[in-house]
């Protein structure tokens, strides 16, 4: 069984770019959802996805918008970036029936 | 608002055992889970607590008592490959989970 997998793996980007990551979730998990995490801080939720549909939200602003396919695999996608939102981006994906999420390596996110 | 408070760092021996301790405040509340993450790594599923009491699996134990808002993970026979970030984790509902912000734990020789 595979993990999840995410890309790219490092990505800088400059201020006021558009920027799309990328998630592979596990194998039979039709649940995914999207941290942002700051270096020695805790991942902050974002959103998440269930069936392609968003069931669940943080506080963050519109510009961070998700998609999930069919296949469960996910993007996340953040327009108009500012220097703040360089951070760690974490994907997690579970089971309907699973309370544990299975998270990917992440996207390391510069923005300059 | 909605927070969870844990220390930021621990230190123990090895061999030793260990407690972090989460407390909690949220708006609502389905379950608590423990997540480790070792540096530049992914954040790897420990347990989780729907119900009060103590679960059990293998070195680490995971506590929670509802009516206190408050949750802890014992880690046993610590080994130095235990040294990594902790995260508790509150389900405020079936589909939102909150993370503290980590407690660090150091283990030495």
């Known amino acids: 069984e595979t993990g999840v997998t995410q890309s790219p793996t490092h990505l800088i980007k400059t201020r006021g770019q558009q920027v799309t990551l990328r998630c592979s979730s596990q194998?039979?998990?039709?649940?995914v959802s999207w941290y942002q995490q700051a270096l020695g801080q805790g991942p902050q939720f974002i959103f998440q996805y269930y069936r392609e549909e968003e069931n669940g939200r943080g506080n963050f602003p519109p510009r961070f918008s998700g998609l999930q396919f069919p296949n469960y695999s996910s993007e996340l996608n953040v327009n108009a970036l500012e220097l703040d939102d360089s951070a760690l981006y974490l994907c997690?994906?579970?089971?309907?029936?699973?309370?544990?999420?299975?998270f990917g390596s992440g996207t390391r996110l510069t923005v300059v | 608002g909605q927070s969870l408070e844990q220390p930021s760092e621990v230190t123990a021996v090895e061999g030793a055992i260990v407690q972090i301790n989460c407390t909690y405040q949220?708006?609502?509340?389905?379950?608590l889970s423990w997540y480790q993450q070792h540096d530049g790594g992914a954040p790897t599923f420990l347990s989780y607590?729907?119900?009060?009491g103590l679960e059990e699996t293998g070195r680490f134990s995971s506590f929670l008592s509802r009516s206190d808002s408050y949750g802890y993970l014992l880690l046993q026979e610590l080994q130095m490959k235990d040294s990594a970030s902790y995260f508790c984790?509150?389900?405020?509902?079936?589909?939102?989970?909150?993370f503290g912000s980590g407690t660090r734990l150091s283990i030495r020789p």
């Open positions: 607590n729907a119900l009060d």
């Open positions: 194998s039979g998990h039709n649940t």
């Open positions: 949220t708006s609502g509340f389905y379950g």
């Open positions: 984790a509150v389900y405020s509902s079936a589909s939102k989970i909150i």
């Open positions: 997690a994906s579970s089971s309907a029936d699973n309370y544990g999420y299975t």
